[in-house]
């Protein structure tokens, strides 16, 4: 079974590091607490499809990217 948590945190980590964004500046323009981003990028945080949403609005990516494997 695939872990959804690790492949979201992993894209949203790589697209937030391609695009030259901190974590701080992600959680601000999407409005997430930093301590979530940090937790979402690590696998540990099981984020909510609006969650998903802000962050993908705020990395300018469509949501399915953060779903991509």
Same mark, same amino acid.
Request: avoid cysteine; charged fraction near 35%.
């Given at each position: ?11 949203? !980590?790589?697209? *937030? ?9 992600? #959680? ?5 607490? &930093? =301590? ?5 990028? !690590?696998?540990? *945080? ?9 962050? #993908? ?5 469509? &949501? =399915? ?5």
């Amino acid at each position: 079974m695939q872990d959804w948590r690790k492949i979201v945190g992993k894209n949203v !980590r790589r697209i *937030r590091q391609e695009r030259d964004i901190t974590q701080e500046k992600l #959680a601000f323009e999407a409005e997430i607490d &930093l =301590t979530y981003i940090g937790g979402i990028e !690590r696998g540990k *945080r099981n984020p909510s499809l609006l969650v998903m949403a802000r962050i #993908a609005e705020a990395l300018s990516v469509p &949501l =399915t990217r953060l779903l991509a494997e």
